[in-house]
Nanobody, 115 residues
């Protein structure tokens, strides 16, 4: 069974940093594309970053230059390093992958950027 578990969210002041984790079980992250989405208050879910099986990452314009995706293959974990956080980054952050035609999501981790 494939599972994704996010962690690392919390309350941070504007300009601060957080690192989110997505622990993946049931598949190897080196064989998969893992995506990070977020959903802010009264907003639709937004794709913000993804990392392909070869390690290449892409970013939405809204986070480019501030967020970095990385992975630890030994821990089968994807990270989202978020720097220069803004109030508009407040959202629930989810990791996602496709497996056997199924769209799999974690439970999400909440990030609040506020002074």
């Amino acid at each position: 069974q494939v599972q994704l578990v996010e962690s690392g969210g919390g309350l941070v002041q504007p300009g601060g940093s957080l690192r989110l984790s997505c622990l993946v079980s049931g598949i190897n992250i080196t064989d998969s594309t893992i995506l990070w989405y977020r959903q802010g208050p009264e907003k639709s879910r937004e794709l913000i970053a993804d990392i392909f099986s070869d390690g290449v990452a892409y970013y939405a314009d809204s986070v480019k230059g501030r967020f970095t995706v990385s992975r630890d293959n030994a821990k089968n974990t994807i990270y989202l390093q978020m720097n220069g956080l803004k109030p508009e980054d407040t959202a629930v952050y989810y990791c996602n992958t496709a497996w056997k035609s199924r769209d799999l999501w974690g439970q999400g981790t909440r990030v609040t950027v506020s002074s």
